[in-house]
């Protein structure tokens, strides 16, 4: 079984990446863990992964947002039949399960919302 860690802002559910992971899970069995770095860059949250800082709230959009992503990730892959787990929350949370599930992880997938334009 191939473990895959994919990174998406929690706000846009990337089909393209999900039809990749899809792709890969019909020639060997997949385990999905998902993570949601939302509305910062990349670069953003892995600079301070190791540092101890207070990050600003989010907006009420935003945060109903986050919310409703993990089941909107659970029902997507559920449908697909694909084994998965997802990480969400405010501050460093999402930082230090990305840190710590990256080094089990034999692919990483990031979606292009997370990426700074």
Same mark, same amino acid.
């Given at each position: 079984?191939?473990?895959?860690?994919?990174?998406?802002? #929690?706000?846009?559910?990337?089909?393209?990446?999900?039809?990749?992971?899809?792709?890969?899970?019909?020639?060997?069995?997949?385990?999905?863990? #998902?993570?949601?770095?939302?509305?910062?860059?990349?670069?953003?949250?892995?600079?301070?992964? #190791?540092?101890?800082?207070?990050?600003?709230?989010?907006?009420?959009?935003?945060?109903?947002?986050?919310?409703?992503?993990?089941?909107?990730?659970?029902?997507?892959?559920?449908?697909?039949?694909?084994?998965?787990?997802?990480?969400?929350?405010?501050?460093?949370?999402?930082?230090?399960?990305?840190?710590?599930?990256?080094?089990?992880?034999?692919?990483?997938?990031? #979606?292009?919302?997370?990426?700074?334009?």
């Amino acid at each position: 079984m191939i473990k895959i860690l994919f990174a998406a802002d #929690g706000i846009n559910m990337e089909q393209e990446a999900f039809s990749f992971i899809r792709e890969l899970n019909r020639e060997t069995p997949v385990y999905l863990y #998902g993570v949601f770095l939302p509305k910062r860059s990349l670069r953003y949250w892995l600079l301070r992964a #190791g540092s101890l800082f207070l990050l600003p709230p989010y907006d009420d959009r935003t945060q109903q947002q986050l919310i409703v992503a993990p089941a909107r990730f659970a029902a997507l892959y559920n449908k697909y039949r694909n084994k998965h787990s997802s990480c969400w929350g405010r501050g460093e949370t999402p930082v230090l399960k990305l840190k710590k599930e990256s080094r089990y992880a034999d692919l990483l997938v990031i #979606g292009y919302a997370v990426l700074p334009v």
